[in-house]
């Protein structure tokens, strides 16, 4: 794949959250390869260690940053114990995310409240661990990683599509707060990606699934970050508050 040069993101400051794999590991990848400087923030040491290697072996630099997005006063310290090392964060992209698939009748509460405190209140936590920072220099960019399932509904995903139709709602409500001070809030939906979970789908189940995209594929988790390098970059300046569809025409 052929990655555009966005000279603007050399050396600014980013943050990743769910950075150990799939795409969130793809995007951090992919800002390292521009210059910039990125915090990786997830749950797993080793995993995002071994990302972290990954940039440095690109020639960026990655800074593994261990925390659950859910624990408010936990993002706090980490985030701002990396600001005070490397300095504002003025790239951010919330993509931390996990499923509990269920029909409602079998979703116990326990399982809707994770969905909802990683998937939406970790944005929450994580947006205003840097946006202080932001306000102070007037300038950034965040990106949130949502998806089709926000915009169309699923059965079975009624936590994990209300938190990511939330979330488009959280980055329209984000973009007209803070539009006037220089940072603009974008949202990506991804469609069905190749990741370690669509890896586990049986053979007659991926069958199905890439017969509903009119493309006729599935993406990757470089597809994703192709699109977030774009938000991230000076290149979408005048973009602030839109849902860019990332989906093979899964949804139009």
């Known amino acids: 794949m052929d990655w555009p040069v966005y000279p603007d993101l050399k050396g600014q400051v980013a943050l990743v959250t769910g950075a150990s794999q799939g795409i969130?590991?793809?995007?951090?990848?992919?800002?390292?390869?521009?210059?910039?400087?990125?915090?990786?923030?997830?749950?797993?040491?080793?995993?995002?260690?071994?990302?972290?290697?990954?940039?440095?072996?690109?020639?960026?630099?990655?800074?593994?940053?261990?925390?659950?997005?859910?624990?408010?006063?936990?993002?706090?310290?980490?985030?701002?114990?990396?600001?005070?090392?490397?300095?504002?964060?003025?790239?951010?992209?919330?993509?931390?995310?996990?499923?509990?698939?269920?029909?409602?009748?079998?979703?116990?509460?326990?399982?809707?409240?994770?969905?909802?405190?990683?998937?939406?209140?970790?944005?929450?936590?994580?947006?205003?661990?840097?946006?202080?920072d932001m306000l102070k220099v007037r300038r950034g960019s965040i990106v949130n990683i949502s998806s089709v399932v926000g915009l169309t509904g699923n059965p079975g995903q009624t936590a994990y599509a209300a938190a990511k139709a939330g979330l488009i709602g959280f980055t329209k409500s984000l973009a007209r707060e803070l539009a006037s001070r220089g940072i603009r809030v974008n949202a990506i939906a991804p469609g069905y990606i190749e990741t370690e979970m669509t890896a586990r789908l049986s053979e007659a189940l991926r069958a199905e699934y890439q017969k509903a995209i009119p493309m006729g594929f599935l993406g990757t988790p470089d597809d994703v970050a192709q699109a977030a390098l774009f938000l991230l970059s000076s290149a979408s300046r005048y973009i602030t508050g839109t849902v860019l569809n990332v989906s093979g025409g899964l949804y139009m």
Do not use: C
């Open 24 to 132: 969130g590991a793809a995007i951090a990848r992919a800002l390292g390869r521009q210059g910039a400087w990125v915090g990786l923030m997830a749950r797993s040491q080793d995993k995002l260690e071994a990302v972290a290697e990954a940039i440095r072996a690109d020639g960026g630099r990655g800074f593994p940053l261990v925390a659950d997005v859910a624990q408010g006063e936990a993002v706090q310290a980490v985030v701002q114990e990396f600001i005070r090392e490397v300095g504002p964060v003025t790239l951010l992209v919330n993509n931390a995310g996990i499923t509990r698939d269920q029909l409602l009748l079998g979703l116990k509460p326990e399982d809707w409240h994770t969905v909802l405190a990683v998937n939406l209140t970790g944005v929450y936590w994580v947006t205003r661990a840097v946006l202080r």
